[in-house]
């Protein structure tokens, strides 16, 4: 999947639920940050001793992830997750 595609997949999740579930703002992230750095899905994946298919089922905004994983993919390219809760 290339990066218009998953952000055009990220917005039609977004506006199925009406809101952006945490994982999926997670995975956005992960995926922003791979871009800003030119980091490819092969090389995340040999980061994390993963596959190739397994960090695409990450970035995936419609696979089931599970927030650990996508947690420890933020810190392989230098990133944390941070979560806010405030008043509406």
């Known amino acids: 999947m290339n990066g218009a595609e998953y952000v055009r997949r990220a917005r039609r999740y977004a506006r ?9 703002a997670a995975k956005l992230a992960l995926y922003t940050a791979m871009r800003e750095q030119q980091l490819s899905k092969v090389g995340l994946a040999a980061r994390m001793g993963l ?3 397994a960090i695409r089922k990450l970035l995936n905004p419609e696979h089931r ?3 650990r994983q996508v947690e420890k993919a933020l810190r392989k390219v ?3 997750l941070v979560v806010e809760v405030s008043r509406r």
């Open 65 to 67: 992830s599970h927030i």
């Open 78 to 80: 230098d990133k944390r």
């Open 51 to 53: 596959s190739e298919g």
């Open 16 to 24: 199925k639920a009406n809101l952006v579930p945490l994982v999926v």
